[in-house]
């Protein structure tokens, strides 16, 4: 269905008009600079293309007061001197005679947005507006925001769909408290927020900005506040935020609809934020959205004022949401901050926040939360550590929100210039971070954008089933080639009950030619399907193929009763793991079995807590994921397991399927692996005891070598779930 891109150029007529060095950053030029980005790299002429129009009076009365609508209004007649006086009366703002219709267009066009991606028109999209919107308030402007545009456009989906579950995901450095006032009693919108805070020191200043700001009411517990305490976050701490906290919480809410307040401010050279995580990151953030509410994702520009960097996060943005593969994320996968047990805050400048603990005791209740503070070990009396107990628990059972301790001496990652000099490309980590990185790490942000060049043919299939009986969708190859026999007697004669099999001699010859063509950049995914009984011997000759193409790094994903091949080194090239029925095992850090789990929260556990950090932890070329007999998986799980592999390995995932159920599976699989959203995973079932206790064992085992798994605090006692 496509990707919207909702912009008008009028909304670049505000300006500052006299002199105010806070509020000078936000300038027409962040537009243009991410307009023309996006139409240099040819990703602007692939989208819908909407021309943003006003928003009626009675929209923006969807969310602000008529007395501060019609303040606004009277903007457009003031002079200079008016306006600077104005301004002088809010926090962080200025006013243009611009400024009312501007603003209107900023919220008419996330408005055209939700209409655009609700009603079918494209699965999703990007209003590209300013001024941004998430810091105003029912009667304030605050933060350069003047009207709520994400606000207005949640209280728009609810209104006109009868919406009734909204995730809004703010990655803007800045807590957008605006957002947050208007849903605080609300069920119906869960607000995540990742925010630099520095225990109160950074703006907007706000005790409501830290985590035990959690909402009111009824809507206690549909507000997540992860406060940064340091600068210098990375691409692992913002993953490891969606994967261990988000992302358990957004399954279990099972929104309709994910409206993003993006801003950029957050990405590697922006002044306000002084992170580092590098435009990349926000294309895996998205991909990582995209198996949440059918794909629905409706994304608005907040801040973002380092104007390369902002530039590059939104075409990576984008060129994920037209379905584009992701590109590496460079640098080790390991967060820079470090995650302390809840019950002792160790080193002397300690900030030990919150833990959230989700027993899995009865399905999730936000509204029955207690908060219990606790004294911590050998800490000054002013440091406390709050305890959120859930009745109830997320798919991950217990973990851990922000437990943070601050890193010192962390200089800026950049001079605080919002431009550079012609031909500079942003710096890369500040001298005196400590964050652990590869001296042979590459810059994670070269002065031109990376694109991951786009196959010819994205998915492919190689299946002895015709067309009409798979339905398969459009633009997807049915191949129909085949290896030269001779070599596929070649790789197949290891294994002699393959070579005497002519059907599965067959099989493996039509993957054998898949394989090639995804290893030669022909081809960015495929489907196979093994003779029955095949499917581990077929699997030990496209790993030993894969290698000999020169395959540094491979991730074997093996459900069911497959073994690993006895004569596969243990020596980091291959990170093989088999989710079955067995009991947990480490065979080494690179050899790893779990068991199936048969709740939803335990699959989702399992996914997001276990495989997706050791995926990104292991940074493979290709993903081979084999469904062997007896795996077990319902063809929803099997297709989140596949949307959510693309990210690690760039699209790059070879399928295995035994032909008996290729029928079933084929058509789900190919859908997403072409990049579109997965079917829902069906009632939420809380995680078993025994799956949590499992799992926790297992990270427990694996978290010295994968460090993205250290994000969980461990439980009170030694591998038992927290009661």
């Known amino acids: ?234 691409n692992a701490d913002y993953l490891a935020a969606f994967l261990h906290v988000l992302l358990p919480l957004a399954f279990e809410f099972d929104p309709e609809l994910v409206l993003v307040s993006a801003g950029f401010d957050s990405a590697i050279g922006d002044p306000e934020g002084q992170m580092q995580a590098t435009p990349e990151c926000f294309a895996h953030l998205i991909q990582l959205l995209q198996v949440l509410a059918g794909g629905r994702i409706c994304a608005v520009l907040e801040g973002g004022y380092h104007l390369e960097s902002l530039s590059q996060s939104v075409c990576m943005m984008v060129q994920t949401l037209l379905g584009d593969p992701t590109p590496p994320l460079l640098g080790l996968m390991v967060p820079c901050q470090r995650f302390e047990d809840w019950r002792v805050g160790r080193g002397a400048e300690a900030a030990v926040r919150v833990t959230m603990l989700l027993p899995p005791i009865v399905p999730w209740s936000p509204s029955r939360v207690s908060r219990q503070p606790r004294p911590l070990t050998g ?178 994903v093996a459900l069911g009763q497959l073994d690993r091949p006895l004569d596969l080194a243990d020596d980091g090239r291959i990170l093989w793991l088999n989710i079955r029925g067995k009991e947990a095992a480490v065979g080494s850090m690179f050899h790893i079995s779990t068991p199936l789990p048969q709740t939803t929260g335990g699959f989702l556990s399992c996914i997001l807590g276990l495989v997706l950090p050791l995926a990104y932890g292991f940074q493979p070329d290709m993903v081979l994921m084999a469904l062997g007999p007896a795996y077990g998986l319902q063809n929803a799980q099997a297709a989140l397991l596949a949307a959510v592999l693309r990210g690690p390995a760039g699209g790059r995932i070879l399928a295995l399927v035994e032909e008996e159920s290729v029928l079933q599976l084929a058509k789900t699989l190919a859908q997403v692996l072409h990049g579109e959203a997965p079917p829902s995973l069906g009632p939420f079932l809380m995680a078993s005891p025994e799956e949590i206790q499992a799992l926790t064992c297992l990270k427990a085992q694996l978290e010295p070598r994968w460090k993205l798994l250290q994000v969980a605090a461990p439980p009170p006692g030694p591998c038992s779930p927290v009661a």
């Open 1 to 234: 269905m496509g990707t919207a891109l909702v912009y008008h150029e009028d909304m670049t007529a505000t300006r500052l008009l006299w002199d105010d060095p806070e509020c000078e950053i936000e300038c027409p030029e962040r537009l243009t600079a991410a307009l023309d980005g996006l139409r240099q790299r040819g990703l602007q002429q692939r989208c819908l293309c909407l021309s943003a129009c006003e928003a009626s009076e009675e929209e923006l009365g969807l969310v602000h007061s008529p007395e501060y609508v019609a303040l606004v209004q009277r903007t457009q007649t003031l002079d200079k001197e008016e306006l600077q006086a104005l301004s002088k009366q809010f926090d962080a703002v200025y006013f243009h005679p611009s400024t009312f219709h501007c603003a209107r267009l900023a919220v008419g066009a996330a408005l055209q947005l939700v209409d655009a991606v609700l009603t079918g028109a494209v699965h999703n999209g990007l209003a590209l507006v300013r001024p941004p919107g998430h810091h105003s308030q029912k009667a304030a402007a605050n933060g350069f925001c003047v009207f709520n545009n994400v606000a207005i456009a949640a209280k728009h989906a609810k209104q006109k769909y009868g919406l009734q579950r909204i995730l809004i995901v703010d990655w803007d450095i800045h807590h957008g408290q605006g957002i947050q006032y208007i849903f605080d009693d609300d069920p119906s919108v869960l607000y995540f927020s990742w925010h630099r805070y520095e225990h109160g020191r950074f703006w907007p200043f706000l005790q409501e900005s830290d985590s035990c700001a959690v909402g009111q009411g009824q809507g206690q517990g549909f507000t997540v506040n992860l406060p940064w305490n340091q600068v210098g976050m990375g």
């Open 379 to 556: 800490q000054a009396s002013n440091k406390v550590s709050m305890t959120w107990t859930w009745a109830g628990g997320s798919s991950l059972g217990f973990f851990v929100v922000n437990v943070t301790v601050t890193r010192l001496d962390v200089a800026p990652v950049l001079s605080p210039s919002t431009h550079l000099p012609e031909g500079r490309s942003l710096s890369l980590l500040a001298e005196s971070s400590t964050c652990e990185v590869a001296e042979d790490t590459p810059s994670p942000l070269p002065g031109g954008l990376w694109l991951h060049p786009t196959p010819p043919v994205c998915t492919a299939v190689a299946l002895a089933v015709p067309d009409a009986a798979l339905a398969l969708p459009p633009r997807v190859l049915h191949q129909e080639g085949s290896a030269l026999r001779e070599e596929t007697e070649a790789w197949a004669r290891p294994h002699k009950s393959l070579v005497k099999d002519e059907k599965g001699l067959a099989a493996l010859g039509k993957i054998l030619c898949l394989l090639g063509r995804i290893l030669d950049g022909q081809v960015r995914s495929g489907i196979a399907a093994t003779a029955a009984c095949a499917t581990a011997a077929t699997l030990d000759v496209v790993i030993r193929r894969c290698l000999s193409h020169g395959a540094q790094r491979l991730l074997c």
